[in-house]
């Protein structure tokens, strides 16, 4: 799986079918030494420029081992291994390892939350306006998803952070890119102060938050109907005629 600049970019869905963490085991398929820790203590947080940065593909290789982080909460008896180059692949464990989560891996979290708001944001503007129905006959439209995953962001991820939008605030690009912009500064200051968030954590938002917004990218994907003829047979691209 890669992140490219491009209109043709996919996020590679296959990659998670592999070998998935059991509940009750956190080595399943795991080879030793593979398994990272994260511990919610604050690090030294360098300062990150002001400027309003636009979101951005993240355009750095990605690993073909599976690398998984243990994340431990700030109370409670749970444990959640992820894996750390796939944002929302995730499981609950009862084991601990060690390594931190440190200020580089941070940042590396928030270019990977980036990439995902620029896939959502490409693929919205290309899906077709009525989407394939579910497997029920159900499902919403692309401008009820878009809303849905901006008022859901705003309205509860970015609120835990104390960095609210409400839902009209995100509905132009320039607006959309602030908040976001104002959403990684508020995650950061967070976490290098060490505050607590409920029975979340910072690394937690930073995943929840990019799966989310992959979970119904990918889903506008899988039910887009540009391609699709009227009579519901795929069109016959010009090149193969």
């Given at each position: 799986?890669?992140f490219l600049?491009?209109?043709?970019?996919?996020?590679?869905r296959?990659?998670?079918?592999?070998?998935?963490l059991?509940?009750?085991?956190?080595?399943?398929?795991?080879?030793?030494?593979?398994?990272?820790?994260?511990?919610?203590?604050?690090?030294?947080f360098?300062?990150?420029s002001?400027?309003?940065?636009?979101?951005?593909?993240?355009?750095?290789?990605?690993?073909?081992?599976?690398?998984?982080?243990?994340?431990?909460?700030?109370?409670?008896?749970r444990?959640?291994?992820?894996?750390?180059?796939?944002?929302?692949?995730?499981?609950?464990?009862k084991?601990?390892?060690?390594?931190?989560?440190?200020?580089?891996?941070?940042?590396?979290?928030?270019?990977?939350?980036?990439?995902?708001?620029?896939?959502?944001?490409?693929?919205?503007?290309?899906?077709?306006?009525?989407?394939?129905?579910?497997?029920?006959?159900?499902?919403?439209?692309?401008?009820?998803?878009?809303?849905?995953?901006?008022?859901?962001?705003?309205?509860?991820?970015?609120?835990?952070?104390?960095?609210?939008?409400?839902?009209?605030?995100?509905?132009?690009p320039?607006?959309?890119?602030?908040?976001?912009?104002?959403?990684?500064?508020a995650?950061?200051?967070?976490?290098?102060?060490g505050?607590?968030?409920?029975?979340?954590?910072?690394?937690?938002?930073?995943?929840?938050?990019?799966?989310?917004?992959?979970?119904?990218?990918?889903?506008?994907?899988?039910?887009?109907?540009?391609?699709?003829?009227?009579?519901?047979i795929?069109?016959?691209?010009?090149s193969?005629?």
């Amino acid at each position: 799986m890669r992140f490219l600049a491009g209109s043709q970019s996919r996020f590679a869905r296959e990659q998670f079918a592999g070998p998935l963490l059991s509940t009750s085991s956190l080595s399943v398929g795991i080879a030793a030494g593979d398994i990272e820790h994260r511990r919610s203590g604050p690090p030294a947080f360098p300062r990150e420029s002001t400027e309003v940065v636009s979101c951005r593909r993240y355009d750095e290789p990605m690993t073909p081992r599976l690398r998984v982080l243990v994340e431990q909460p700030t109370r409670g008896k749970r444990w959640v291994a992820v894996a750390a180059d796939w944002p929302g692949l995730e499981r609950g464990g009862k084991t601990e390892d060690e390594a931190p989560f440190d200020a580089p891996l941070f940042e590396r979290k928030v270019r990977l939350l980036r990439a995902a708001w620029a896939e959502f944001d490409e693929t919205a503007a290309r899906v077709s306006a009525e989407l394939r129905p579910g497997v029920r006959g159900g499902g919403r439209s692309r401008d009820r998803l878009v809303r849905h995953v901006m008022a859901t962001e705003g309205g509860d991820f970015s609120k835990r952070v104390k960095a609210k939008s409400e839902l009209e605030d995100l509905l132009t690009p320039v607006r959309l890119a602030r908040h976001r912009d104002l959403f990684v500064e508020a995650m950061r200051a967070w976490y290098a102060q060490g505050k607590p968030l409920g029975n979340w954590t910072i690394p937690y938002l930073l995943r929840h938050t990019a799966y989310h917004v992959l979970d119904h990218t990918w889903e506008m994907q899988d039910r887009d109907l540009t391609d699709v003829a009227p009579t519901g047979i795929a069109r016959t691209p010009a090149s193969s005629r």
